[in-house]
T-cell receptor, first 112, second 108 residues
């Protein structure tokens, strides 16, 4: 049972480039989330999804887009990367809203 | 004002000491309170989960929630070097608000 898997684990982008981060969960969870973690800031919610085909904005959504075409996958896109998006990105899933969140191992993104 | 405030530390204690961590929050509607542990370069993992006020104990770990003061605590008894990690409080419902995390080092 893999749990929550994030791809890629590391990436370096140049300013203005685009990329997609993939999150896959094999626990049949309804809810999925994308967070970013920066020193001293904790985890901040970017976007989330409460089910297949639905997405919603979190605390810091600007510069990001998401899609949940399949229940098990949640994609995070950066259309035009900026140095301010240098961060560690975590995907998480929960069976329902107020239950334990399972996190992936993170994606370390550097934008130069 | 952030929804959840947590002292980022760092906190360094000798092995066997009691570690005390705490968070304050602003939204009195919150009902679910969690503590996550995050080892270096890993994703967070759930450590303790509490609904509403009161205490919950699990082995060496005790979580306390005081809704009247909007204050939650985590105590680690008989701390071990393996407890060295960052501890994040998380509060909310289907959208969790996380504290900044407190980095704890337990010295052997």
């Amino acid at each position: 049972n893999a749990g929550v898997t994030q791809t890629p684990k590391f990436r370096v982008l140049k300013t203005g480039q685009s990329m997609t981060l993939l999150c896959a969960q094999d626990m049949n969870h309804e809810y999925m989330y994308w967070y970013r973690q920066d020193p001293g800031m904790g985890l901040r919610l970017i976007h989330y999804s409460v089910g297949e085909g639905t997405t919603a904005k979190g605390e810091v959504p600007d510069g990001y887009n998401v899609s949940r075409l399949k229940k098990q996958n949640f994609l995070l896109g950066l259309e035009s990367a900026a140095p301010s998006q240098t961060s560690v990105y975590f995907c998480a899933s929960t069976r329902q809203g107020n239950t334990e969140a399972f996190f992936g191992q993170g994606t370390r993104l550097t934008v130069v | 004002q952030k929804e959840v405030e947590q002292d980022p530390g760092p906190l360094s204690v000798p092995e066997g000491a009691i570690v005390s961590l705490n968070c304050t929050y602003s939204n009195s509607a919150f009902q679910y309170f969690m503590w996550y542990r995050q080892y270096s370069r890993k994703g967070p993992e759930l450590l303790m989960y509490t609904y509403s006020s009161g205490n919950k104990e699990d082995g060496r770990f005790t979580a306390q929630v005081d809704k009247s003061s909007k204050y939650i605590s985590l105590f680690i008894r008989d701390s071990q070097p393996s407890d060295s990690a960052t501890y994040l409080c998380a509060i909310g419902d289907y959208k969790l608000s996380f504290g900044a995390g407190t980095t704890v080092t337990v010295r052997a």
